[in-house]
């Protein structure tokens, strides 16, 4: 298969833990993005990579929350000290124009 | 700044009956526009896309024209099935911006019933 994937798909975490996602883009996409996605609304972009340029953060995206994408390969997202507003889906796309490939999401829980 | 407005769901329909799905935008510029898909249990699947005035994005039966002079990007399918039961967001994508993000609508639930 030759999609978008991340990992982990399921993850639940107490208050004031850190967790990681990582994503795998189509490995011909140079572009790569984070959104967010809460129960019943659409995504909501947090942040984009050129290569491994981050070239643009959402005011979304707060200073517990840190992207990279060291290679211009994979991205990780990290949350630190996560809060309950924090649980949603965490989705990921990449692409080479426009027309963005999206990734399953990790399903974050925090409790 | 740019924003996406859809219908609000659930829209539910019988099997083969015509469907619309109303989408509207506000955007500086000249946005390419988009459908996504997203079934049960899935991630978000691009149906279909349109870049410029007059053009008509299509796919799996489904139709969707960017109409300039009134900002909008309705969805259509001329009979639906069972299988088409999911929610459907419309985003557009800014010109000139350097990133391409998505802006996404609400998602419209569509239910098509047997």
């Known amino acids: 298969d030759t999609g978008v994937s991340q990992d982990p798909r399921h993850k639940i975490t107490k208050r004031g833990q850190n967790v990681t996602f990582r994503c795998d883009p189509i490995?011909?996409?140079?572009?790569l993005y984070w959104y967010r996605q809460t129960l019943g609304q659409g995504p909501e972009f947090l942040t984009y990579?050129?290569?491994?340029?981050?070239?643009?953060k959402s005011r979304l995206l707060s200073d517990r929350f840190s992207a990279e994408r060291p290679k211009g390969s994979f991205s990780t997202l990290e949350i630190q000290r996560t809060e309950q507003g924090d649980s949603a889906m965490y989705l990921c796309?990449?692409?080479?124009?426009?027309?963005?490939?999206f990734g399953p999401g990790t399903r974050l829980t925090v409790l | 700044g740019d924003s996406v407005t859809q219908m609000e769901g659930p829209v539910t329909l019988s099997e083969e009956a015509f469907l619309t799905i109303n989408c509207t935008y506000t955007a500086t510029g000249y946005p390419s526009l988009f459908w996504y898909v997203q079934y049960p249990g899935e991630g978000l699947q691009l149906l279909l896309k349109?870049?410029?005035?007059?053009d008509k994005g299509s796919n799996k039966g489904f139709e969707a024209t960017y109409r300039k002079e009134t900002t909008s990007f309705h969805l259509e399918k001329g009979s639906v099935q069972v299988s088409d039961s999911a929610v459907y967001f419309c985003?557009?994508?800014?010109?000139?911006?350097?990133?391409?993000?998505?802006?996404f609508g609400t998602g419209t639930l569509l239910a098509v019933q047997p």
């Open positions: 990579f050129q290569n491994e340029a981050q070239l643009e």
């Open positions: 796309a990449s692409s080479l124009e426009r027309g963005q490939f």
């Open positions: 985003a557009l994508s800014s010109r000139g911006g350097a990133t391409n993000k998505l802006i």
């Open positions: 349109a870049t410029k005035a007059d």
């Open positions: 490995s011909e996409h140079n572009r």
